[in-house]
């Protein structure tokens, strides 16, 4: 399998008191897999820690796709530094990837009911830049919040 241009974006709230270098202990093993320096990227704008928020922007080259383990261990090493929940997406910037698997998002949570809530929540993100044109922002948010409240299926019971 070939190597794609690929992004890992994220914009992440950090736990308060939350330390620069507990978010480089969390990154660092991924860093180092794609051979990238954690001050590097810090000094050139890939990685920022401001505001109790955590934002990246790291280029790597990758398989592209749902599976990488790479990544599921990132997903677990942040959720220790991660206010909840939060995701991340894994973006393959070619062309001649699978396209379904252009956009992969991991989620971030200590448990699985964070990692649920982080799920819902990007989908209902990734559903607003579609239906809100439609609906308008006000009707929007009120979908939104209806699906926040509707009782949640269990994971056995929804595959």
Not at 20 to 37: G, M, Q, S, T, Y
Request: proline share 3%.
């Amino acid at each position: 399998m070939s190597s794609h241009n690929c992004r890992v974006t994220a914009t992440i709230s950090l736990k308060d008191g939350v330390t620069d270098d507990e978010v480089r202990k969390a990154l660092e093993p991924f860093l180092d897999e794609h051979n990238l320096d954690f001050d590097e990227q810090v000094c050139v704008g890939n990685i920022e820690i401001t505001d109790g928020k955590l934002c990246l922007h790291l280029d790597v080259f990758g398989d592209g796709g749902y599976a990488d383990n790479n990544l599921d261990e990132l997903a677990e090493r942040l959720a220790a530094v991660v206010d909840g929940w939060g995701w991340f997406e894994f973006v393959d910037d070619d062309l001649s990837g699978d396209s379904d698997a252009a956009r992969t998002p991991y989620f971030i949570g200590l448990d699985e009911n964070a990692q649920e809530t982080a799920r819902l929540e990007y989908g209902i993100e990734r559903m607003a830049e579609w239906v809100r044109p439609i609906i308008g922002d006000d009707a929007f948010e009120v979908v939104a919040t209806q699906i926040v409240a509707l009782p949640r299926v269990a994971t056995e019971t929804a595959k």
